[in-house]
């Protein structure tokens, strides 16, 4: 008996053909997110320290290097629990440069540039995961935050 009601459990769920949500939810109701990567005189930073995620919410990372040097933002396990719609860069004028889609997992922004980074987060974290900046000193310098994606 248990098997007829899996099979036709089964069955209904394939005759009734895929389900899809309305609109493009990647694209809907985008929260900006300002990430700032700089230097003082207590080393080098992301600002703020310490983020939260929501999955299936749709975020624009807005990374902008405040210094002199380039740095550059490491997803590291986080990478591995989003999906990167795309990068777009800009110049001076706001007009489009670059549209950059695919699987990235770190961004390197020029001095006094900024790069907008469109994600949806995909996996929660159990515990608080990492990002930083993998430029040679500039991780031991201080270059790091805290995600948690719920």
């Not at 994600?119 to 310098?141: D, K, M």
Request: proline share 4%; with cysteine.
């Amino acid at each position: 008996m248990k098997r007829t009601i899996i099979a036709h459990a089964v069955l209904a769920f394939v005759l009734a053909g895929p389900t899809y949500a309305e609109g493009d939810l990647s694209r809907a109701n985008v929260i900006d997110v300002a990430i700032e990567l700089g230097s003082n005189d207590d080393g080098m930073y992301l600002k703020p320290d310490n983020y939260e995620f929501v999955t299936g919410q749709a975020y624009k990372l807005v990374l902008t290097n405040v210094d002199e040097i380039k740095h550059e933002l490491a997803l590291n396990e986080m990478g591995e629990r989003i999906f990167t719609r795309k990068i777009e860069i800009a110049d001076e004028k706001g007009e489009l440069v670059a549209e950059i889609k695919g699987n990235i997992r770190e961004v390197e922004v020029g001095p006094g540039k900024t790069v907008e980074w469109f994600i949806v987060p995909v996996q929660t974290t159990e515990e608080p995961v990492e990002i930083t900046c993998e430029i040679p000193g500039h991780l031991e310098a201080g270059m790091r935050a805290s995600v948690m994606i719920k």
